[in-house]
């Protein structure tokens, strides 16, 4: 047991070290390689064409590990998607990483307290891929919720700039520089996409489909309606900050309204493991069977299977669409 806790401990470090070495740069290094991108571009000649080739050669080795975890991840596009939806610089390769260190540190453990190794490989499998993959969950939510919070008060504040006679192009800009959170970055990733050639529809359309929230595609069908109709934009986009702050109000009024099932079904969900919990502090000899007798564990199997179904069935039971 100790040889499987000794090799655990080691791979988790060695996989620590690969993702710190081949992971997504840190931002004193992606300030870096910007300067060296303006420098490039200013140079002369021999010397830009030697700094591009350099900047090539280093890219494509800081991407092997990430190639590696593409092919054995399944659907790594989706992934992507899902790690830039969190705002933050996590490569597919450290995500692969920590998932496996994660659950090979869970099979270790497990191993050396005596369980099965069947048992300890789908439970550190289980973990090693749910618990990422719940937190990754926890990130979107939380930036989408914090978008949608200040978005109405950015188009306010484009309401404000179009009244005073600013282009709309102008007026993006403005909340980019303005507004704090994820609502500015989003919008100053649409400003520098302008300003590369995009089109102002193309570059909110990325911006909708990397968010995928309703609020943010309401705007970008709000003005593309605005450019091909015509009107007053400016009205229109007060109308649609309304909208989103009523549609705000119902979603805190639901949830209020369905508090008092969400928490009978924590309790209710919680109890069995406060009950393990507690037998093993009190006899964990006789709890300890669960994880040595084949019969106790099939068992014990079959009651999580069955929980999480009925905990499925009753968060989709609270849970409303507006």
């Given at each position: 047991m100790l040889f499987y806790l000794i090799l655990a401990i080691g791979g988790t470090g060695t996989l620590w070290l690969l993702a710190k070495i081949f992971g997504a740069p840190s931002a004193s290094k992606s300030l870096k390689r910007r300067m060296e991108l303006v420098k490039e571009?200013?140079?002369?000649?021999?010397?830009?064409?030697?700094?591009?080739?350099?900047?090539?050669?280093?890219?494509?080795?800081?991407?092997?590990?990430?190639?590696?975890?593409?092919?054995?991840?399944?659907?790594?596009?989706?992934?992507?998607?899902?790690?830039?939806?969190?705002?933050?610089q996590i490569s597919l390769g450290k995500y692969a990483s920590y998932s496996f260190g994660l659950g090979v540190a869970v099979l270790a453990l497990l191993m050396f307290r005596g369980a099965p190794f069947f048992l300890a490989f789908f439970v550190g499998m289980f973990v090693g891929?749910?618990?990422?993959?719940?937190?990754?969950?926890?990130?979107?939510?939380?930036?989408?919720?914090?978008?949608?919070?200040?978005?109405?008060?950015?188009?306010?504040?484009?309401?404000?700039?179009?009244?005073?006679?600013?282009?709309?192009?102008?007026?993006?800009?403005?909340?980019?520089?303005?507004?704090p959170g994820p609502v500015g970055i989003e919008f100053r990733t649409v400003s520098d996409k302008m300003r590369i050639g995009r089109t102002m529809e193309a570059a909110l359309q990325d911006t909708a489909d990397r968010l995928g929230t309703p609020e943010f595609q309401f705007f970008v069908i709000t003005l593309a309606i605005q450019r091909e109709t015509g009107g007053n934009l400016a009205e229109t986009l007060s109308n649609l900050a309304d909208v989103l702050r009523k549609r705000a109000q119902m979603k805190l009024k639901i949830r209020a309204m369905s508090s008092e099932s969400k928490a009978s079904a924590y309790i209710v969900g919680s109890l069995p493991f406060v009950v393990f919990t507690l037998v093993w502090m009190i006899n964990p000899t006789y709890m300890g069977h669960f994880f040595t007798d084949q019969r106790l564990t099939v068992a014990g199997l079959g009651g999580l299977i069955w929980m999480s179904i009925g905990g499925f069935i009753m968060a989709k039971m609270v849970n409303f669409e507006i």
């Amino acid at each position: 047991m100790l040889f499987y806790l000794i090799l655990a401990i080691g791979g988790t470090g060695t996989l620590w070290l690969l993702a710190k070495i081949f992971g997504a740069p840190s931002a004193s290094k992606s300030l870096k390689r910007r300067m060296e991108l303006v420098k490039e571009r200013h140079a002369e000649g021999v010397t830009a064409a030697a700094q591009a080739q350099i900047r090539k050669l280093m890219a494509a080795r800081s991407s092997r590990f990430e190639g590696f975890a593409s092919t054995i991840i399944p659907r790594p596009a989706l992934l992507r998607k899902r790690l830039e939806m969190t705002g933050r610089q996590i490569s597919l390769g450290k995500y692969a990483s920590y998932s496996f260190g994660l659950g090979v540190a869970v099979l270790a453990l497990l191993m050396f307290r005596g369980a099965p190794f069947f048992l300890a490989f789908f439970v550190g499998m289980f973990v090693g891929v749910g618990i990422p993959h719940f937190v990754i969950g926890k990130m979107i939510k939380r930036r989408i919720a914090k978008f949608n919070s200040n978005f109405p008060d950015a188009i306010e504040l484009m309401v404000r700039g179009l009244r005073s006679g600013l282009p709309i192009s102008e007026t993006l800009g403005v909340v980019a520089t303005e507004v704090p959170g994820p609502v500015g970055i989003e919008f100053r990733t649409v400003s520098d996409k302008m300003r590369i050639g995009r089109t102002m529809e193309a570059a909110l359309q990325d911006t909708a489909d990397r968010l995928g929230t309703p609020e943010f595609q309401f705007f970008v069908i709000t003005l593309a309606i605005q450019r091909e109709t015509g009107g007053n934009l400016a009205e229109t986009l007060s109308n649609l900050a309304d909208v989103l702050r009523k549609r705000a109000q119902m979603k805190l009024k639901i949830r209020a309204m369905s508090s008092e099932s969400k928490a009978s079904a924590y309790i209710v969900g919680s109890l069995p493991f406060v009950v393990f919990t507690l037998v093993w502090m009190i006899n964990p000899t006789y709890m300890g069977h669960f994880f040595t007798d084949q019969r106790l564990t099939v068992a014990g199997l079959g009651g999580l299977i069955w929980m999480s179904i009925g905990g499925f069935i009753m968060a989709k039971m609270v849970n409303f669409e507006i």
